[in-house]
């Protein structure tokens, strides 16, 4: 089989990581999902700097102004800018994501390894949690939790982290139960190395590609699903700006002020797609890549 | 004298990866008699499936024949349309690859796999083509073939599906077998079996074999001539008597005496320094000689050519016909 | 004569599966004494790399003892395996997969070494020492396992068994993967590093003559049971067991004055149906009805050294 090899690079190569990247920046979804997700970053963290106006700066006489010079995309039904508030509703959209991912890595992860490493009753007991909640409709659960617990950001980021870590359970086990079987986690429980630390140095570091691909795209969904949130009412409130309830907002008055619903929904859908870009380039970069090696 | 069945001149093979492309297979040459037995022995890595998936036509996307010419039964195949030699694949030339159970497909039953190479070739159907499958399941030793027919590969053992393998590449009556480390997946009484089965399949009908492998046991056992590869060339072509008795090459010689074999326990095995290069960084000069122990400064600076030694032999080496005449001096 | 390094007696390992009970390993009964090395064959199905797996304690035999150093760890769990583990070791077939492709070579060699602790720059000295030993370049620690060829990691995983001297390392076909040019290579390290550091080696291959080099006893395995044990000089010049005998002629030698036996005719009987008493007989060409009925054990022969389970061995 090895006959027919397609020549390997020469020895001497570092780690993958910088190759990998070199391949990243190759792919044009890569680069187009990356700058995308950049500028979201970039936006979040300067949006004090960046936004003309403060976030609520209440101007009545000039509710659901169209574009101008003095407001760019217009202003909504209190008068506000609506550039300054989609600058700012990107934070709320970052914090938010990036908080459910990093909770839901953590409980899903560790859950997940612990059923797939040791399976028997550890592994049923979880696994059987783990269909119970994903039994329910995604959206039907987070408004249960955010209607009992009271709509905050706060709320909405446990909400969240509710429905997603199963899924990261459920993959984290199934890499777990192949990597498992390799001969080096073998070699490991033949030299002495303690459950703990096969855990964080063989198994994590080779099932991390799939969960990073995972991650990337799961972020644009968090978001989504903090918009409808938001659009339900029952995320971050008043006058906190969120692109759901902007969203909402500018429905109500679609037919005769367009531009808040407008750009809302452009910015949302820029940035959910930015992320798939990416979480799809990553896929394809690390899944066979790191798996072959 | 007859003329040659397949032979190859020249043929060089090409494979591309990323932004360049590699050549695997450096000018090969020669030629196989009809029912011959040919031996094609080398390491992993060497050229040797290579140049039987070209022969074949098999080189997917990323290679090629980049230099030569193949001619199968008077035919230049080389440039033959697809469909051209889609006819002869499976037909006149038959091949056993070393995994069987990825080419074998799981869905189907063996008896429906060999049935759809005599209905594409031979437009067999119908109950003589089930006839015709019964029959090759019992020539290469299946039991109880009339009911194996209707078994799936999972449900066979590894000897089993190899036999089913070569029912598959016998069927159409082919005048070459290509088999490709055919026995190195399975256990050794195994091996045994299938290799008889081999030498029987090839006295009653006449096919000729290239069989390739990295076992020198089994060149002994099989082959009439051999052709041993190292590093995308044919580094010595010989009968199989002489390449045992006085191996040419130096390469030949030191894997013959670097392999442990059950007849004896030396003190400390032979070993040939250094490793098979990649093709991206063959040496200057013959591609031997940073491990071998007769290299002399010539071998450092120009690639020798196959050297006609005489007897049907040829072998790559600046000193051939000089160490084969010392291995006779010492006699 | 001083006490066996590794003892078996009576090992057996059963699993469920689906189409009922898969008796891998059956009554497997052998010791080894420090220094020594065994070498099992056998063919697919015989449970060699199940036997070598319950002696490294990744698997608990069903039923039977294991022994190492006199003590019994045959059921002990993990937390009471750790004071064996270092002394314990194993280099596996596959050098592809048993070496961590996210961790550097340093790493892999040390993880033994970090097991057991200690200071930090000892580990870093040893390392350097176990790379020279197995042949490999000083700055091999810091490169990843896919930079080096199959024979390499090899050693790399031979140097990590190393790291922390054992008396026993299990080789399950640790040859098997690699090129024959760089077969040859690892086979004259094992031998060497054996003679340096009296180790034992339970050498684990079907790859007979790769099993000569290496052992002084070999053990031959069919579908579970032990069925020869001799010294390799006996095995392999006068093999006593009809399967014995098969497997080694059946090894086709790069010579050409061999007259080939006639192969050894019928498949492996699957274990999950194991032919009744002797698991031979129906493949035997000496079985008779006593093969039939009654299992042969395994039993000394008288005037050599090898031990046979067979009612009509020689």
Redesign the interface.
């Known amino acids: 089989m090895s006959d027919i090899t397609i020549p390997l690079p020469a020895a001497g190569t570092s780690a993958s990581l910088s190759r990998f990247g070199q391949r990243l920046l190759r792919d044009p979804r890569a680069c187009v999902g990356g700058l995308i997700v950049l500028a979201l970053v970039l936006v979040a963290i300067l949006a004090p700097l960046l936004a003309p106006y403060p976030f609520d700066e209440v101007d009545l006489l000039g509710a659901w102004a169209p574009p101008s010079p003095e407001h760019w995309m217009g202003a909504d039904k209190l008068g506000r800018d609506i550039l300054s508030r989609l600058l700012f509703g990107a934070r709320t959209s970052l914090i938010v994501s990036l908080s459910v991912v990093a909770i839901t890595l953590v409980v899903g992860v560790t859950l997940g390894m612990l059923a797939g490493y040791f399976e028997g009753w550890i592994d049923t007991g979880i696994m059987r949690l783990v269909d119970i909640i994903l039994a329910f409709p995604d959206m039907v659960f987070a408004i249960l939790v955010t209607a009992i617990l009271g709509p905050s950001m706060a709320t909405v980021i446990v909400a969240l982290s509710l429905v997603w870590w199963p899924g990261a359970a459920r993959l984290t086990r199934s890499l777990v139960l192949v990597q498992k079987n390799e001969l080096y986690v073998d070699a490991a429980i033949v030299c002495g190395t303690p459950v703990w630390r096969i855990f964080l140095r063989h198994l994590l570091p080779n099932i991390v590609a799939p969960l990073i691909v995972r991650a990337s795209v799961g972020i644009g969904l968090i978001i989504m699903a903090e918009a409808s949130l938001s659009l339900l009412g029952l995320g971050v409130q008043e006058p906190q700006p969120s692109w759901g309830s902007m969203i909402r907002d500018g429905l109500e008055a679609l037919r005769t002020d367009p531009y808040l619903a407008l750009f809302g929904s452009t910015v949302l859908a820029i940035t959910i797609i930015g992320f798939n870009l990416l979480g799809d380039a990553l896929r394809d970069l690390l899944d066979p890549r790191l798996g072959g090696r | 004298m007859a003329p040659p069945l397949l032979a190859l001149d020249s043929v060089s093979v090409a494979f591309r990866s990323e932004r360049r492309e590699t050549e695997v297979l450096s000018r090969a040459s020669f030629a196989m008699a009809p029912g011959e037995i040919v031996g094609v022995v080398g390491e992993s890595g060497s050229g040797k499936s290579v140049m039987a998936l070209a022969i074949m036509r098999l080189l997917g996307a990323q290679g090629r024949v980049s230099g030569g010419r193949i001619r199968f039964d008077g035919q230049e195949i080389t440039t033959l349309p697809e469909a051209a030699m889609r006819a002869i694949r499976g037909r006149q030339i038959g091949m056993v690859f070393q995994e069987p159970m990825t080419s074998l497909n799981p869905l189907f039953t063996i008896g429906y796999q060999i049935a759809e190479v005599l209905a594409i070739h031979l437009g067999l159907k119908g109950a003589a083509a089930e006839r015709r499958v019964v029959e090759l399941l019992a020539a290469v030793g299946i039991p109880s073939p009339a009911e194996r027919v209707k078994a799936y590969p999972h449900q066979l053992s590894g000897g089993m599906r190899q036999r089913v393998m070569l029912a598959m590449a016998m069927a159409c009556g082919p005048k070459l077998l290509i088999a490709d480390e055919p026995t190195t997946a399975l256990d050794v009484t195994i091996q045994a079996q299938i290799l008889e089965l081999l030498l029987r399949l090839k006295r009653d009908s006449g096919t000729a074999i290239l069989l390739i492998t990295h076992d020198m046991g089994v060149i002994a056992r099989m082959a009439e001539r051999v052709l041993v590869v190292y590093a995308g060339e044919i580094v010595e072509d010989a009968p199989v008597r002489e390449l045992f008795a006085r191996p040419g090459h130096p390469y030949t010689r030191l894997l013959l005496e670097a392999v442990p074999t059950p007849r004896q326990r030396l003190a400390r095995l032979p070993v040939i320094a250094g490793a098979l290069p990649p093709p991206s960084a063959l040496p200057q000069g013959c591609r031997f000689h940073p491990r071998c122990p007769d290299a002399i400064q010539r071998c450092r600076d120009e690639a020798p050519a196959a050297f006609v030694l005489g007897g049907g032999r040829s072998a790559r080496c600046w000193r051939a016909a000089e160490l084969l005449a010392a291995m006779e001096g010492v006699r | 004569m001083s006490a066996p390094l590794l003892e078996l007696a009576h090992v057996t390992r059963d699993f469920a599966v689906p189409a009922g009970r898969l008796r891998a390993v059956e009554d497997v009964s052998f010791s080894l004494a420090a220094g020594e090395t065994i070498g099992v064959v056998g063919?697919?199905g015989c449970g060699k790399t199940t036997l070598g797996?319950m002696i490294?304690r990744?698997l608990a035999p069903t039923a039977g003892r294991i022994s190492f150093r006199g003590e019994d760890i045959t059921h002990r769990t993990?937390r009471a395996?750790?004071p064996v583990?270092?002394a314990?070791?194993?280099v596996?077939?596959?050098p592809v997969?048993?070496?961590?492709?996210?961790?550097r070579v340093r790493d892999i060699i040390g993880?033994?070494l970090v097991?057991?602790g200690g200071p930090r720059d000892a580990r870093a000295e040893r390392i350097a020492e176990l790379l020279s030993i197995v042949g490999l370049p000083g700055d091999a620690g810091g490169?990843?396992p896919?930079?080096?060829?199959g024979?390499q990691r090899q050693r790399i995983?031979i140097a990590?068994a190393l790291s922390v001297n054992p008396a026993l390392i299990v080789c399950d076909e640790a040859v098997s993967a690699l090129?024959?040019?760089?077969?040859?290579?690892i086979?004259?390290l094992l031998?060497d590093l054996q003679t340096r550091y009296q180790l034992a080696l339970l050498f684990i291959s079907?790859?007979?003559?790769?099993?000569?080099?290496v052992s002084h006893r070999v053990a031959v395995m069919y579908l579970g049971r032990l069925v020869e044990l001799a010294p390799?000089?006996e095995l392999?010049s006068r093999p006593l067991h009809p399967y014995s005998m098969?497997?080694?002629?059946?090894?086709?030698?790069?010579?050409?004055d061999?007259v080939?036996a006639?192969?050894?005719?019928g498949?492996?009987p699957s274990p999950l149906t194991p032919p009744a008493a002797c698991h031979f007989h129906p493949r035997c060409p000496r079985a008779e009805a006593r093969c039939r009925s009654e299992t042969p054990q395994l039993r000394p022969i008288v005037g050599t050294g090898a031990l046979v389970r067979c009612h009509f061995p020689g």
């Open positions: 063919e697919s797996r490294l990744l993990e395996l750790k583990r270092g314990l070791q194993a596996f077939q596959d997969s048993s070496l961590n492709p996210r961790l993880e033994p097991n057991r490169r990843f896919h930079e080096f060829s024979g995983a990590r090129d024959l040019s760089v077969q040859a290579q086979l004259n031998r079907h790859n007979l003559g790769a099993v000569r080099h390799e000089s392999f098969a497997l080694l002629a059946a090894v086709p030698e790069p010579r050409l061999q080939p006639p192969a050894l005719a498949e492996v």
